[in-house]
């Protein structure tokens, strides 16, 4: 698994996919949390709240993780190198959570210089240090478990083609409709909207990004991260 991690870790770096994700994510960001005048915008509150990023990343997201994740399989089945990485001493599971590993790294170094956000909210806040840093920090780890979800996600649909762009549109839309899809049915329906609208990620992440560590939301996540890595080693046995 050492082998495969390092190996997709680097293989990232080597190319513009990790600089993009990175730099894009950070730029959109820091343009709408401090720039833009809009609703998102920190300096517009009124209060030391970076609230408005955790609203956002979620749908920056959607777009970057399927981009990290569209080549680590449909490239290895467009070049036939699956064939090869298969005669290795590697299980199909230490294949996949390698690669699910090294696209978590590389999200986890997006996020880490957000921490800017914080350090900025806390030295504008009136008294200095106004920020609830309990909240803020069960929403990181809210962030995280969207992250790796959304990333098993991304991992299977990358298993489906050989073509990457395709892959990424598939990744997109999946994670579009588990994300938002489930609101839009309860919409629908009068009873038992909740019920439905608890189905998707978009509940569970508002619920943890509140800083509510709530353990019926960790096993979501988990869950659902869990099966797509499952469904994505079936369909590598299957190849």
Same mark, same amino acid.
């Given at each position: 698994?050492?082998?495969?991690?390092?190996?997709?870790?680097?293989?990232?770096?080597?190319?513009?996919? %990790?600089?993009?994700? $990175? @730099?894009?994510?950070?730029?959109?960001?820091?343009?709408?949390?401090?720039?833009?005048?809009?609703?998102?915008?920190?300096?517009?509150? @009124?209060?030391?709240?970076?609230?408005?990023?955790?609203?956002? %990343?979620?749908?920056?997201?959607?777009?970057?993780?399927?981009?990290?994740?569209?080549?680590?399989? %449909?490239?290895?089945?467009?070049?036939?190198?699956?064939?090869?990485?298969?005669?290795?001493?590697?299980?199909?599971?230490? $294949?996949?959570? @390698?690669?699910?590993?090294?696209?978590?790294?590389?999200?986890?170094?997006?996020?880490?210089?957000?921490?800017?956000?914080?350090?900025?909210?806390?030295?504008?806040?009136?008294?200095?240090?106004?920020?609830?840093? @309990?909240?803020?920090?069960?929403?990181?780890?809210?962030?995280?478990?969207? %992250?790796?979800?959304?990333?098993? $996600?991304?991992?299977?649909?990358?298993?489906?083609?050989?073509?990457?762009?395709?892959?990424?549109?598939?990744?997109?839309? =999946?994670?579009?409709?588990?994300?938002?899809?489930?609101?839009?049915?309860?919409?629908?329906?009068?009873?038992?909207?909740?019920?439905?609208?608890?189905?998707? =990620?978009?509940?569970?992440?508002?619920?943890?990004?509140?800083?509510? $560590?709530?353990?019926?939301?960790?096993?979501?996540?988990?869950?659902?991260?869990?099966?797509?890595?499952?469904?994505?080693?079936?369909?590598?046995?299957?190849?």
């Amino acid at each position: 698994m050492k082998t495969i991690l390092k190996k997709e870790f680097n293989s990232f770096f080597a190319s513009p996919i %990790a600089y993009l994700v $990175i @730099g894009v994510f950070l730029l959109i960001n820091g343009l709408f949390l401090f720039i833009f005048n809009d609703d998102f915008n920190i300096l517009n509150a @009124g209060f030391a709240d970076v609230t408005p990023f955790f609203y956002l %990343a979620p749908w920056l997201f959607l777009f970057l993780i399927p981009a990290i994740t569209m080549k680590s399989f %449909a490239d290895e089945f467009n070049t036939g190198t699956i064939e090869l990485l298969k005669t290795k001493p590697l299980s199909n599971w230490q $294949i996949v959570l @390698g690669k699910f590993t090294a696209s978590m790294l590389l999200l986890v170094i997006a996020v880490i210089p957000t921490f800017i956000y914080i350090y900025s909210v806390y030295k504008l806040g009136n008294p200095i240090g106004n920020i609830d840093f @309990g909240s803020t920090i069960g929403a990181y780890i809210g962030l995280l478990f969207l %992250a790796s979800t959304y990333t098993a $996600i991304g991992l299977f649909t990358s298993t489906l083609s050989k073509n990457q762009i395709v892959a990424f549109i598939l990744g997109v839309f =999946i994670t579009f409709f588990l994300f938002n899809g489930f609101d839009a049915v309860a919409d629908s329906f009068e009873n038992n909207s909740l019920t439905i609208q608890k189905l998707g =990620i978009k509940e569970h992440y508002k619920s943890i990004s509140r800083g509510v $560590i709530d353990t019926r939301d960790i096993l979501y996540f988990v869950s659902v991260t869990l099966f797509f890595l499952f469904i994505t080693k079936t369909k590598l046995d299957d190849e």
